[in-house]
């Protein structure tokens, strides 16, 4: 597509519920990214796909959260028995190789309201 | 962890004046560093790049500078215009196997008309 498309855009769930967020990506990177950012604050590098292996899950912030993609193309991450300090804005974005050389496309993110 | 500051976390500045945005990095092996400019509910932008072989990059209004010495990078706004109202991130990337992309917290920029 012509860029980044992440959905929901907003999603509000009860607590201890599962969600999936949706992300795809532009079609032919294939280096994604999750990132988490909290109102006003940075971002929080979350997990980083080369094709579909991910070499750094080291942002993931514990088991509850998980991610997969597949066909180099769309990926879902995952937050089982959601909490309230999961509440976010969850963005996606993309690269032509797992290099950052062109810096990365983002979507406009997944608002989650967790209440 | 290491990350990425910001010296300042609001600007305002006079339309048509020139805005200066900071940002402290702690990895001296960070090879390259981003500026992003992220509107309200959207996503970040990329506005301009810069190597660690370089010390300045100019782009359309806006220019980068890098000082390795301090770990130090700043982005320069000419003729700050009231679209330029946003949230500006500087971002440095780690090779750890992967590519990994660490954001700094953030300056608002507020454009007085």
């Known amino acids: 597509g012509a860029g980044v498309s992440q959905s929901p855009s907003n999603k509000v769930t009860e607590k201890g519920k599962d969600v999936e967020l949706r992300c795809d990506p532009i079609?032919?990177?294939?280096?994604l990214y999750w990132y988490r950012q909290r109102l006003g604050q940075g971002l929080e590098f979350l997990i980083y796909f080369q094709g579909n292996s991910a070499p750094d899950k080291s942002g993931l912030p514990s088991d509850r959260f998980s991610a997969e993609r597949t066909g180099e193309s769309v990926s879902t991450l995952t937050i089982q028995r959601t909490q309230q300090e999961d509440s976010a804005v969850y963005l996606c974005?993309?690269?032509?190789?797992?290099?950052?050389?062109?810096?990365?496309?983002f979507g406009s993110g997944t608002r989650l309201t967790v209440v | 962890g290491e990350s990425v500051g910001l010296h300042l976390p609001t600007l305002s500045v006079q339309e048509g004046d020139n805005s200066i945005i900071n940002c402290a990095y702690s990895n001296s092996a960070s090879d390259y560093f981003i500026w992003y400019k992220q509107e309200s509910g959207k996503g970040p932008q990329f506005i301009i790049d810069?190597?660690?072989?370089?010390d300045k990059r100019q782009g359309q209004r806006v220019t980068v500078l890098l000082n390795k010495t301090v770990k130090h990078l700043s982005l320069q706004i000419a003729a700050t215009q009231p679209g330029d109202s946003a949230v500006y991130f500087c971002a440095e990337t780690l090779n750890t196997g992967g590519f990994k992309t660490i954001f700094g917290a953030g300056t608002r920029l507020f454009v007085k008309a």
């Open positions: 810069i190597r660690s072989n370089m």
């Open positions: 079609s032919g990177h294939t280096a």
């Open positions: 974005a993309s690269s032509p190789a797992g290099t950052a050389n062109y810096g990365y496309t």
